[in-house]
């Protein structure tokens, strides 16, 4: 009877590391969320015509990155304006073999995560000239699976390339690292809680 208790007990706490996890990804998704749509809010104050130009180039770049990072997927991103009696907003799509899907009820966070960073670029982009062409991200692709991170750091270092923007990326993510290794990576571990560069 002891036995068939601690069976049950390690199934019980297993469900809830697993819901426990769910959870977690849940948050992070809505964080995501939320991060682009205020940041969006801020890249569309400027006129309508300067808004049509950012949405061009948000697309543009937004598809460019799904293409080379998903190219299993026929997905595309559209901003579309809403305009209601208190202004102008602006709606997010993630269109999937021909599906539109409102960006809040799309699934997959490593979809939101290339959308964020697209964002990011765009935005900065769009600055040349008033701020330094430089990205400083914090774990961007921790949604992204194993196949498609190399696939995002090509993408990056082109992007890179083009617009001349500087990445300084941190991240856990060992396959990352070994992709961006030409490029300068600096590789830290905690030793004897003090952080040590390698």
Known sequence: MKERYLKILGSFEGIQRRTDDISKRVADQTEAVSMIESALTQLFGFNEWINMLVRDKLESITNEALKNIFPDKEMSFRVVPNKTKRGIFY??????????TDLFDAKGGGVLD???MCLRITYLIKMKGKVRQCLLLDEPLKNLDANRIGLAATWIKQISTLFGIQFIIVTHIPALTLTMENTGVIKVRLADGKSEIL
Do not use: A
């Open 114 to 116: 290339v959308i964020q």
């Open 91 to 100: 709606d997010l799509y993630i269109e999937t073999n021909g599906v539109p």
